[in-house]
C-alpha cells in the first residue's frame, strides 16, 4: 500500500499536470492524496519540494558510487554514477516527462532544476580533479569533463523525455555518449601527479647509441639503454 508521500507525489504530479503548478495549491494536493495539511508540510517544505523528491537520494548515490572507485576503475565509476541518474529519469516514466514539461514553463522550477543539475556537476568534477592529480594544472580537466559528463547525459535524456527514443535507445545512446565524453577527456590515468608520459616513436639512420643521448635530454630522464 502507497505511503502518504508517494500519496502525495502522485496526486501532485497529477493536478500540475492537469491543472498547472502555479494553479493548484497545496490543499488540492492533499485533498487528491486523501490526507491532510500538515501531513503534506511533514512529508514536503513546499509545492517545490514534490517536483524534485528523490534528488538527494539520488545524490548520495554518485557520491557512493564514486567513492567506491580506484585510479583504474574511474573511468567506469564516473560512467556508472552518470547511469544512476539516467536509469531513475527511466523509472519515473511519465512523472518524469511532466517534470520536464514544467520546468520548461515554470521559472522557479527551472532555477531549482539547474540548481540540481550544479550539484551533480560538482559531484563529478570533484572526483574527476582529484583522480586527474587533483593539482591546480588539472582542474580546467576536471570542470571540463564533469561539464561534458552532464551534457552528454542531459543531450540522451532529452531526447528520451521528448519521445524520440525508447527506453532501451536511451541506455544504448548513453553509453555511446559516455564512451565519447571519456575519449575526449578522460584518457589521463589518475595517481600521476598530473604529469603525462609521452613516447615517441622516430626512424632514423645514425646509431642507436648517438640518438639515445638526445632522447634522455628530450624527455628530461636518465632511462636505462
Not at 568534477?125 to 582529484?130: N, P
Not at 561534458?148 to 535524456?157: D, E, I, K, P, R
Request: aromatic content about 8%; proline content about 3%; cysteine-free.
Amino acid at each position: 500500500m502507497p505511503t502518504s508521500r508517494e500519496r502525495l507525489i502522485d496526486a501532485a504530479f497529477a493536478l500540475f499536470d492537469e491543472r498547472g503548478f502555479e494553479e493548484t495549491t497545496v490543499d488540492d494536493v492533499a485533498e487528491r492524496a486523501g490526507v491532510g495539511r500538515t501531513t503534506f508540510f511533514r512529508a514536503f517544505k513546499s509545492k517545490e519540494d514534490v517536483i524534485f523528491p528523490d534528488h538527494a537520494v539520488v545524490l548520495g548515490a554518485i557520491r557512493d558510487r564514486l567513492a567506491s572507485a580506484t585510479d583504474a576503475t574511474a573511468p567506469v565509476a564516473v560512467t556508472e554514477a552518470a547511469r544512476l541518474v539516467l536509469l531513475h529519469y527511466l523509472g519515473e516514466g511519465d512523472r518524469a516527462r511532466i517534470r520536464y514539461r514544467l520546468t520548461r514553463s515554470v521559472p522557479t522550477l527551472q532555477a531549482r532544476e539547474v540548481a540540481s543539475q550544479r550539484q551533480y556537476q560538482q559531484a563529478f568534477r570533484t572526483f574527476v580533479h582529484e583522480w586527474l592529480g587533483g593539482t591546480a594544472e588539472t582542474e580546467l580537466r576536471a570542470e571540463l569533463m564533469a561539464n561534458a559528463v552532464v551534457t552528454a547525459h542531459n543531450h540522451v535524456l532529452r531526447r528520451w523525455l521528448r519521445g524520440q527514443i525508447g527506453t532501451a535507445a536511451a541506455q544504448s545512446e548513453f553509453h555511446e555518449a559516455m564512451a565519447e565524453v571519456l575519449r575526449l577527456y578522460g584518457s589521463a590515468a589518475g595517481g600521476t601527479g598530473g604529469h603525462e608520459t609521452a613516447v615517441v616513436v622516430l626512424r632514423t639512420s645514425r646509431p642507436l647509441d648517438e640518438v639515445l643521448p638526445a632522447l634522455r635530454e628530450a624527455v628530461g630522464g636518465s632511462a636505462e639503454g
